[in-house]
Every structure is written in C-alpha cells, then in structure tokens.
C-alpha cells in the first residue's frame, strides 16, 4: 500500500465501555522501611481515554468523525473523560449512572516500567446500574448520521444488550464490527465482523494441539468457518500477535503478517485495530483492505507505552516502510502471503519470467515496461539447471544467486523468486498474478501459465523487445571473438 486513504469522510459510531486510564510517574531509588516494595516519588500525572473512548480516540486523530455512546458516574473521573473527549474533537452522548463509578485505572510507572495496576470500578452490569433503554435509544438515534458501528466490549456491562444494537444496525444497513470480550459470543450473533485475539479465540472455540504449523493453520481456519457460520458473522479478524492476523470472510482467507519492529506495549492494540478497520471501511475501502491498514497501525501503537493511538503520518510512515521491506529475493511462500496481502489492498500485481543471464538494456526497457502494467513487478527466474537444460551447455553465464541479487537492484523489480520447472506454470497459477507479461514474439495462448491467469480474472500481456539486444546474440559474439 503505497498511502494511506483519507479518513475525512467516514463516520462512526462507537459504542462500550468507557474508563479513563491514569499514569503516575517517578524515580524509584530505594525499598520502603514498612515493607519490602519500591519507594516511588511521583513527579507527573497523565491521563489518557481507554476502553471504548480509546477506541474512539484513534478514530479521531485519524480524522474521522466520530460519535462515543457509554455510561460514566457523576464523579470527577467522568468529567476528566469528558473533557479529554471534547479536546478531542469527539461528539459523545452519554448516559449518567450517579450510583456508579467511572471506570478508571491508575498505572504507576518508574524508569519505563509499570510497577502495579490499580482499579476503580463496580461492573455497570448489575441490575438497575443504568438506563438501559436509555442507551438503545441513543444509538437508534445515531444510526441514520454515521456509516459504521464500532461495539467495544470491556465485559463492564455497557453493552449488556449488544444484541440488540447488532440488530438494529443491520435494521439500518449499517456494519456493526466488535471486539469481543468472554465466552459468550452468541450475543455477537449477525455482527458484520468481531476481532478476537488468539486467547480469546482459543477461549471460545477451544484449543486444538497440532503437530505441524501447517496443522495449526488448517485448524484455525476451519474454527474460524465453523465460528463464522454458527453466529452468522460477516467475517472474523483474529490478532495473533507475533503471527499478525488473520481475516476469514466470504472472499477468502487473509494473512497479514505482523509489522512490528519492536513491542514495547500491547495495551489497547486491540482498541487500534477494530478503530482502524472502522475508519478504513467508513472511507470506502475493502474489509482487506481496511484490515492491512489496521495491521499496519497496530505495528505503531505496539511501540508506545500504555494506551495509544497512531496518526496520518505515522500510517504513511509505515506503509512506505513495508513497501521497503517486501521488496527483494524472496521463497515462494513468503510471495504468496504477499501476493494475498497486496491484492487484497487492491494493488495490482504484475509477474514475469526468464532466465535473466545477462542483463542488459533491452531487459531493462522491458522490466520497466512491465513495471508500469501495475503496483508491484515479481520476476521469476529459473535456477542454474533448468537454463542449462532451455539453453544448452555453458549456461548459464552467472549463477542463480548473483542473477537475482542483479535484478533486485532494479527500481522496476520489487519481488524476485526462483523456480526450478524448465516453465514457471505451477508457479504463476499458484500466485495469480493480476497481469502476466512475456516479451518477443510470443501468441498470448502459447505463455505459460496464462490459462490460470485468464481463468482467474486476470490478463496476459505480450509486450515488445528492445530491438538489437539479445543475450544469447552476445555470448555467440563472445564466442566469436575468442
């Protein structure tokens, strides 16, 4: 994903649990004489949104507009929140419950470290703990001014009636996304998407052991078309950590692989990620491609410490850094997580082949030709003895290694793969390329691997060489020349 979309125009709709995290900092240079535990001299104070505020949060730095629905205490935390959320530019039409709290959670943090954790808080889940009619009819409300519902589920009793909300979202056409929280899913039942985390989804679904990483895929995926089916969801997104995330929708399995440099802080990577999603589809984008945009943001804000939120530039930032790092030689597995990542973004994926032995400019003006077909160029190049078979003894001239390293160096090249058949046809209808080019004098039914290419929706380009240039025309003329 070469930029990151304008998020200006989408509208959302977030509903949950609302608390106010509190950081308190400080130097810690000796243990108390009460007992045995650090002194710390607290120097500053943060506050910061959390739960469904936090979600809100991101959707506003981002730019979209964006409306928080929950239940606060008439308590100074509440108006802490509120003003937090009014600087933000967030719209909010919450519903007071004088009897209860405000959710609020204080941190106290010394030399980047978090010492201890303290809660303040009585579960809005009781009976008569608020209004609850009141709520349903403030998001009945809303429904008609927004383009997504977001339900951020903290297990605090806000969204105690979740189903009914689903219901009349869909009622109104809108997409209600939800991050899940407990066992309890079929309360989620007929949500557009929910975005668990692997233990959640183990929780639910229970855990399966494998003997092989391929099992464990193959296992995840069929739980996840089981759990998809008997709640009658949209899709499921499930965060895996250091594995990135995986998205299961009608149009097919999607793994985006983690793009984290450095995890410095988990908290509210899952808030980023439903947020993310929401702006992204609020924008007009695919579910993939709003989830690559989510999967990106969640590889920021995982590098920041307590709850967080990513910006515009950050975004673009990142998406230009994955562009970087997709870019060279690469295995054939490690293509075709790219090639799902990279058309699922709506980028347009073009693929050649050859032998490449000797570069020279008519490979160069052909490349770049073929480059500007599309969003990406992968070039498959056969090994050592699939040339010398296609082109008898004394090839090749440079070996497959030192091939590829010369054609990674290319602006034009941003993928390269070997390929050991004396034709890449397995290859290309594994990958399915959006367009599949060959240069010379080639009839577009004769290009290998163009039948799936074809089949599959794609095109089959025959593009021109330059003129004068050959490489088997300069090794005869080497040869001639001895």
Request: one cysteine or more; hydrophobic letters at 45%.
């Amino acid at each position: 994903m070469d930029s990151i979309p304008s998020f200006a125009e989408a509208r959302v709709l977030v509903i949950g649990d609302i608390m106010l995290d509190r950081y308190w900092y400080g130097d810690t240079g000796r243990i108390s004489p009460e007992a045995p535990v650090p002194v710390v001299r607290i120097g500053d104070e943060e506050r910061r949104l959390g739960g469904a505020a936090n979600v809100a949060l991101n959707l506003a730095h981002v730019g979209a507009s964006t409306t928080l629905i929950g239940v606060v205490g008439a308590d100074e935390p509440a108006e802490a929140a509120q003003t937090l959320l009014h600087d933000a530019g967030i719209a909010t039409d919450l519903v007071i419950s004088p009897g209860h709290p405000t959710i609020a959670k204080l941190r106290v943090i010394s030399r980047s470290q978090q010492l201890i954790r303290l809660d303040f808080e009585k579960s809005f889940a009781l009976g008569g703990a608020f209004d609850r009619q009141a709520l349903l009819e403030r998001c009945r409300a809303a429904l008609d001014a927004i383009d997504v519902v977001i339900c951020s589920d903290y297990g605090k009793g806000t969204l105690a009636d979740v189903s009914e909300i689903i219901g009349l979202a869909r009622e109104a056409g809108k997409p209600v996304l939800v991050d899940p929280k407990g066992r309890d899913w079929q309360r989620y039942a007929g949500a557009s998407l929910i975005t668990p985390n692997a233990a959640e989804f183990e929780a639910y679904a229970g855990f399966q052991p494998a003997d092989s990483e391929a099992d464990v895929e193959a296992s995840l995926a069929r739980r996840a078309a089981e759990t998809r089916q008997a709640l009658d969801l949209g899709a499921l997104l499930i965060t895996r950590s250091e594995k990135g995330m995986n998205l299961f929708s009608a149009a097919g399995d999607l793994h985006l692989p983690t793009q984290a440099r450095e995890v410095f802080d988990v908290t509210g990577a899952g808030d980023t990620v439903i947020a993310m999603v929401g702006a992204g589809l609020g924008a007009g984008l695919s579910l993939g491609e709003a989830a690559a945009v989510a999967n990106l943001a969640a590889g920021v804000v995982v590098g920041k410490l307590g709850t967080a939120s990513v910006s515009p530039a950050e975004l673009q930032y990142a998406a230009r850094a994955q562009r970087a790092a997709g870019r060279g030689v690469v295995d054939e597995d490690t293509l075709a997580d790219w090639f799902s990542q990279a058309q699922a973004r709506s980028e347009r994926v073009v693929m050649t082949n050859g032998c490449f032995d000797l570069l020279h400019p008519g490979h160069i003006a052909y490349l770049e030709a073929a480059r500007a077909l599309g969003d990406w160029l992968v070039v498959a190049v056969n090994d050592d003895a699939s040339v010398a078979r296609l082109k008898g003894q004394g090839r090749p001239l440079n070996d497959l290694e030192h091939r590829m390293q010369v054609l990674r160096g290319l602006s034009a090249v941003d993928w390269v793969v070997p390929f050991a058949e004396d034709t890449p046809e397995r290859l290309i209808c594994r990958l399915l390329p959006d367009v599949l080019v060959k240069g010379g004098d080639y009839r577009v039914e004769d290009i290998a691997g163009g039948e799936c290419v074809r089949a599959a929706g794609g095109e089959v380009r025959v593009l021109d060489f330059l003129a004068g240039y050959s490489t088997s025309a300069i090794v005869e003329r080497m040869h001639a020349d001895e």
